[in-house]
Each structure stands twice: as structure tokens, then as C-alpha cells.
């Protein structure tokens, strides 16, 4: 009986280690996160006009807001905007709170989110933009 139990908690053990780890393996193979409350975003690109790397980072500080930074990379003027988010396992919709009518749509996959940002009513007032999770 005594060796019943021990056999029992081993086998207990190893099924818990197998569960507890199967999330994280999940979100790296492409899997959405079921929250983004405490994560940090980025996306940077070289400007072909004057050589410098900007950059923009969501910060995801509750479940519906947070913020949103831009600046150049190496540069000490960062600007800094508040965000209001919804999030739905794997849709993600972003808006800066000072402009209502503009917002971000797309897709978290494992560590990247793709967002489409369309700030006009013409088909060239798109950009699209992947951020790496940090």
C-alpha cells in the first residue's frame, strides 16, 4: 500500500510538470496569450531619409489601458501617449486616447502582435507594423 502512494505522487508530479509548462511552450509556437495586462511591445525601423531608428512601444498596464511611446532611438525626447485597448484572444484594437477617431487592429501571435493602423480615409493612409514582445 505504502508503495501504491509513492507511485501515485510521482505519477502525480510528472502529469502537474507536463501541465504547468504546456502554456508557455504554446505562446512560443504561435499561440495568442490569454492576457496582455503587464506586457511591453516594440516595433522599430530605419528611416531611409535621415538614418535613424525610430520607435514605438505599448505598454499594457490593466486590462484596457495603457501606454503608447515614441521616440528615436538614442534620442532623449520621448513622447508618451495613454491607450485605450480591447483584447480578445488573438484580436488586439489599440486607440490613443487624444485621438478617438484613429485606431490599431490586429493579432498576437506567440511574441508578436501584427497591427494595421489606418489614420486616414484613403487606401495609402495604412501602415502596418509588427511589434516584438519584450
Known amino acids: 500500500m505504502k508503495r501504491f502512494f509513492v507511485v501515485a505522487a510521482a505519477a502525480l508530479m510528472a502529469a502537474s510538470t507536463f501541465v504547468a509548462c504546456s502554456d508557455d511552450k504554446k505562446e ?3 499561440g495568442a496569450p490569454d492576457s496582455l495586462v503587464g506586457t511591453t511591445w516594440r516595433f522599430s525601423e530605419k528611416s531611409e531619409e535621415d ?7 505599448y ?3 490593466t486590462s484596457t489601458v495603457g501606454a503608447m511611446k515614441q521616440g528615436v532611438e538614442g534620442g532623449t525626447d520621448e513622447q508618451s501617449e495613454s ?5 480578445t484572444k488573438p484580436n488586439v484594437t489599440i486607440t490613443v ?3 478617438p477617431d484613429s485606431h490599431a487592429t490586429g493579432v498576437v501571435s506567440g ?3 501584427t497591427l494595421t493602423h489606418r489614420y486616414g480615409d484613403g487606401a495609402d493612409d495604412v501602415e502596418v507594423a509588427v511589434f516584438v514582445k519584450q
Not at 538614418?51 to 512601444?57: A, E, R
Not at 491607450?83 to 483584447?87: L, R
Open 51 to 57: 538614418n535613424q531608428v525610430y520607435y514605438t512601444i
Open 97 to 99: 486616447d487624444e485621438f
Open 28 to 30: 512560443e509556437e504561435g
Open 59 to 61: 505598454d499594457f498596464t
Open 111 to 113: 511574441n508578436k502582435m
Open 83 to 87: 491607450i485605450t485597448y480591447s483584447y
